[in-house]
DNA sequence: CATGAATGAGCATTCATTCAT
DNA sequence: CATGAATGAATGCTCATTCAT
């Protein structure tokens, strides 16, 4: 493994920490000593305890694209493909939902929302060149504006997942049936025509 | 007016409270000093800080269901009816934009989770029973599932509308265009035969 | 004794602390340690830990005041008393060495320097009184102004204290010159007539 | 210009960051960041931060000598001479109410003080030949101890700018008049005769 | 000599909660 | 039921100092 930024040690103890405790129960110097530095170390690199949350905001978008990107293959059919992105979506708002419910209230505490935006670009990009290749052959509803809509099914297919795993308690049987009703509801929204 | 309870005042105080300061920043002299009365009453009322939230919830759910109820015609069309929850459920959010991200992440917070189910019950039922009455007249697509479906598109609308409202500083006029997409989008979603 | 609010407490054990540690080593733990008190009490008569300055200063002065008016006799000779006021505002000075200094640096660190003035001057009084009724007496040279000259006097006799307490450290011979050595000085510039 | 050395950098920087913030809000990385070096060569010169105290204190006194004497002119009369030097040490006063305030407190905060009469000690010695030529001029009294009287002078002209500058918040013409009851005061105490 | 990133001990301050009245 | 003064545990952050380069 190659050499880590202190930055990035901060960064990652960071998610680790707030996964596991939560906002208000992280203290620094359980993120420091996760990171395995001092805690002035600390405030070298982030001038308060909340700063690091775009940061972690950051990591978790990407982490979201790393899981769609793998797991979407463009052979497969656009119906598959939608499949393919809410599970890629479902997974790590699974593995991450305490860390996601935070950078929603953690962007909103401090006044970085401004930075919402930029962070979700590329995966808003993403999105967006998803649906103008597949409406671009025909495969969806020519009516769908790309750009709104990639925001949209981010928007959607992310609340769904935390409707599930973050406030309804629900057993595997019903994540699944429910999971099923939002890729019906996605493929009627876009009008899809396999 | 009729009389307020102490329980009540503290619940109005708190929402405003938790609306301008952010749930770090909200102290209980704070809620007491609004709802005017002494630090040591708030404990009569509720165990802990914290222990609002779910009220808060309550509030917040309520006012989604007034305006919902207030707006939505019967007699409309359901593409009309559809618009009326749509704006409905952005002019709540709007409003108390803070709160409703609070409320996320403070359910969370605790373990207070297993309430929201509870919480939002009835706003899912009536959506559920919007979505009923809808495809018994042959209005939405059959393979509709009310209940399953009911839950996405409330938390569809509140999550495009805390998009806008939370994270994305979008104009007026992309406002209104981002609300069209949502709308065709959702009619498309349920198949919506006028 | 009577019953000492906590306001006084936390002053008393303040003056001491600083007395004994100086004002950087001085920990608000000390001084509520020594108070008897809690922790978050000091903050309730007391906004931060140099705040206390002020009502340091001002028992200070009472020190100065109620010494200076046990010491001085009004029989006396005007000569004799002036020895007296130098002889308590030297024993002040003495036995407070630290806190004295700390009050003059304490005073110009927060934007307090207003009230020095204020509290001095029921010691600025006091000289004042002194001297008109030296000059109506004929004891002291006409041209006195006794406001202005009574500053000058508090400000040199204390001036004189702290040079040979604080700064100086001479030998118990050279202190009892130099006090002699001063209040000639004060004779003549007082144009004392017993 | 010379070349100045780092150590004359740092006491200079010192000197302002100390004027402008106060010995509590002065920071090591505001010094060195006003001397243009690094934090680190900060202590190839000085063991702590403390410790450049009697290094401005040395300044200060230098500033006080070198006005002095620009001012004092030997060839007017002891009165106007002693003007001379109330005018000389009132002006660094002015210019530098805040450092020499300072200085007082830090010195006694270490174990400094020891220095304090040493780093005086030319100041002493000027105002000492003064008084001596004075006095075997038969200008001032006969009964004048020169060193002692030396102390008490500057004690007390420096004192008296501090009660001006530092603590009584006076207009200029208040500002004049104090002066002159000082001038006055001190002709009588050194038994001027012109 | 010079650097400046890294350190970590240290403390002021906050604020949820209690409890005597 | 209501009060609000008192509590004290808890922690974010600072900053003098060090040391590898």
New interface residues.
């Given amino acids: 493994m190659v050499d880590i930024s202190k930055k990035e040690k901060i960064i990652n103890a960071a998610v680790q920490v707030f996964q596991e405790k ?3 129960k992280t203290k620094v110097s359980d993120i420091v000593k996760l990171a395995g530095i001092a805690q002035g170390t600390f405030y070298l690199y982030f001038p308060s305890k ?1 700063s690091v949350m775009p940061a972690i905001a950051e990591v978790m978008v990407k982490k979201f694209m790393v899981e769609v990107k793998n797991e979407v293959d463009e052979n497969d059919s656009i119906s598959t493909q939608l499949s393919q992105i809410v599970n890629a979506i479902f997974r790590v708002t699974k593995n991450y ?2 860390v996601l ?2 950078i ?6 401090d006044d970085n ?2 930075n ?2 930029m962070i ?1 670009n590329a995966f808003y990009s993403w999105m967006s060149e998803f649906l103008i290749t597949a409406k671009s052959n025909g495969k969806i ?1 020519g ?1 769908v ?1 790309p750009e ?2 990639s ?2 099914m981010i ?2 297919i ?3 997942a ?2 599930i795993y ?4 629900v057993n595997e049987e019903e994540e699944r ?2 999971k099923s ?2 890729i ?3 493929e ?4 899809i025509q396999n």
């Fill in positions: 939560g906002i208000e909340l939902r305490e419910a935070l929603y209230a953690g962007l909103s505490t929302l401004k919402w935006e979700y509803r009516s504006h709104r809509t925001k949209l928007a959607f992310e609340a769904a935390e409707q973050l406030y309804d308690a049936m429910q009703e939002l019906v509801f996605l009627h929204a876009l009008g």
